[in-house]
């Protein structure tokens, strides 16, 4: 063995595959995938939007309440935790060590965390998934969290406004799982039976089983600037019709565009978009409520129909 195989290839290999220093969350700045590097005071400032793409970054569901709800004011609800890992999946690593690596990464119990606060000085129920948490999958715990959301939200008559951002069901928990969306669609009914708002924020992304369930059902649609809304993605849908589809198809413009949602809404004008829009429904549905209740009075025989 000579010396260059011996002493300078072993340095080379030690050089190359040097560690890089590791991230530090607790820095000043951050950067943004158009590479704009921002201060992070001024991003949090800019509600999390980049100053010079406008992209709307992903946030954490803590995050989302403060700046949605009045004076950053929020009670997180404690939400039913059902059994982890019930089949004991596992793929390349154990689904046990994944939900613990999520729990200590995102500080919360599963994907969807519900808060209640006030908006502009209405009482409301506040649901958001975190994509850090396994991609915002819902699982077991996420159907839990949401239908009791639902409950909180019909107990207290207040409106209920849920922010989606996920790729979709979480697999490891198969048809458990896929359970959870038609419990999600019998909790939205109770919701409407009670005359209560439900309004759905898309975000980026918006997909699956998601979009299939609690993301369309919502009476007024709503969606972040550039979101990536759909159910199959971009690529699947083309290499199944085989067809080349266009450049900003999915995109929250586009599919509003189509129909397929009422309003595109950057994240600073939420606040006052969602608030007018729940005191005009729930004025709305005080007087049906009030027109429903005294044609019962005078006919005794029908029944009492409550619009949503």
């Excluded at 613990?100 to 599963?110: C, G, I, P, S, V």
């Amino acid at each position: 063995m000579n010396w260059i195989t011996k002493f300078i290839k072993p340095k080379l290999k030690t050089l190359l595959n040097k560690k890089q220093p590791k991230r530090n969350d607790s820095g000043l700045w951050t950067t943004c995938v158009c590479q704009q590097l921002i201060y992070k005071e001024d991003l949090h400032n800019n509600f999390f939007v980049c100053p010079k793409c406008e992209t709307h970054q992903k946030i954490s569901c803590r995050d989302r309440f403060k700046i949605f709800l009045d004076n950053s004011e929020y009670e997180i609800l404690k939400t039913p935790l059902p059994q982890d890992d019930p089949l004991n999946f596992v793929d390349t690593k154990k689904y046990i060590d994944r939900l613990t690596a999520a729990r200590k990464l995102t500080k919360q119990n599963d994907a969807i965390m519900i808060a209640t606060g006030t908006l502009k000085g209405l009482n409301v129920t506040v649901g958001a998934q975190n994509f850090s948490f396994i991609g915002g999958s819902v699982g077991s715990a996420s159907g839990e969290a949401f239908i009791y959301g639902i409950q909180n939200a019909i107990d207290n008559q207040t409106p209920f406004i849920f922010f989606c951002c996920s790729g979709g069901i979480r697999m490891m928990e198969s048809a458990i799982a896929l359970q959870q969306m038609t419990r999600i669609v019998v909790a939205v009914n109770e919701l409407r039976k009670n005359n209560l708002p439900y309004i759905v924020v898309l975000t980026n992304p918006s997909y699956g089983g998601v979009t299939a369930s609690m993301g369309m059902l919502g009476d007024i649609q709503i969606a972040e600037p550039k979101s990536q809304i759909g159910f199959a993605g971009k690529r699947v849908i083309e290499q199944t019709i085989g067809e080349t589809l266009p450049e900003n198809f999915q995109t929250a413009e586009y599919v509003k565009d189509h129909g397929g949602i009422d309003l595109v809404v950057s994240r600073k004008n939420l606040r006052d978009t969602i608030g007018n829009l729940i005191t005009i429904l729930l004025k709305k549905n005080k007087i049906t409520s009030t027109e429903a209740t005294n044609e019962n009075q005078e006919d005794p025989q029908k029944t009492l129909v409550v619009a949503s």
